[in-house]
């Protein structure tokens, strides 16, 4: 199962763009990146999902360059409201032993 | 009505006693996932059941069981409390992956059990 590394802590102002950055060297041909947030006291809930290059929806983009050894979540116009936990997850999810490894996340900030 | 429901919410228990926390369902998902949460820890994965007759070790299953009743049901059990043992509960639940559509094979999570071991 692909390690993943993300920075611990992220401040930004109210109406900026976020770009959250996840490093995973040893992702595997068939790994998916996977992001969830977590606000305080609430589990998890998915964000986005994506293989390669370019994936968006209502919420957010993710980034995911050629050699496929990191991705970027990218939160356009952050409000209070962003202010939580993301974590990066990589792994196959045709493996039917997978497992959803969650590590620390990184908690984002968003100053009013 | 939620779709992953944990109870209880809240527990508190003294050191040694033995304690359920139950996980119930209605996404008609196969697999679940018992995880802990302490402060600065993120998650991490206790326990983990694919189907009713499939059960797995996670990163920390030590001082824990687990019992996967029916295919909606999945509880976790500390057979003797421990102090270190107080932390913040989750259950999951996931769909088989079948990279068609609009299908991630997400987690659903439940509003979480935090338990207190004195």
């Known amino acids: 199962l692909a390690k993943t590394t993300q920075p611990i802590s992220m401040d930004s102002y109210e109406g900026q763009e976020v770009n959250i950055t996840c490093s995973h060297n040893n992702i595997a041909t068939n790994d998916y990146i996977t992001w969830y947030q977590q606000f305080p006291s609430q589990g998890p809930r998915f964000i986005i999902q994506g293989y390669k290059t370019k994936v968006t929806n209502e919420v957010a983009s993710l980034f995911i360059p050629a050699d496929r050894k990191s991705s970027t979540l990218s939160l356009p116009r952050v409000s209070l409201s962003d202010t939580a936990v993301y974590y990066c997850?990589?792994?196959?999810?045709?493996?039917?032993?997978?497992?959803?490894?969650f590590g620390t996340g990184t908690s984002l900030t968003v100053i009013p | 009505d939620a779709d992953v429901t944990q109870t209880p919410r809240n527990r508190i228990t003294k050191t040694g006693k033995r304690i359920m926390l139950e996980c119930s369902q209605t996404?008609?998902?196969?697999?679940m996932y018992w995880y802990r949460q302490d402060p600065g820890l993120g998650l991490r994965l206790i326990y983990y059941s694919f189907d009713v007759k499939d059960i797995n070790k996670g990163e920390i299953s030590d001082g824990y069981s687990v019992s996967r009743q029916a295919q909606a049901k999945f509880s976790l059990s500390l057979e003797s409390a421990i102090p270190n043992q107080t932390a913040l509960y989750f259950c999951?639940?996931?769909?088989?992956?079948?990279?068609?559509?609009?299908?991630?094979?997400?987690?659903?999570f439940g509003e979480g059990s935090r338990l207190t071991v004195l």
């Open positions: 996404k008609g998902h196969d697999r």
């Open positions: 997850l990589v792994g196959d999810p045709w493996d039917t032993g997978n497992q959803f490894y």
């Open positions: 999951a639940t996931s769909d088989l992956w079948t990279g068609t559509g609009a299908d991630t094979g997400e987690l659903f």
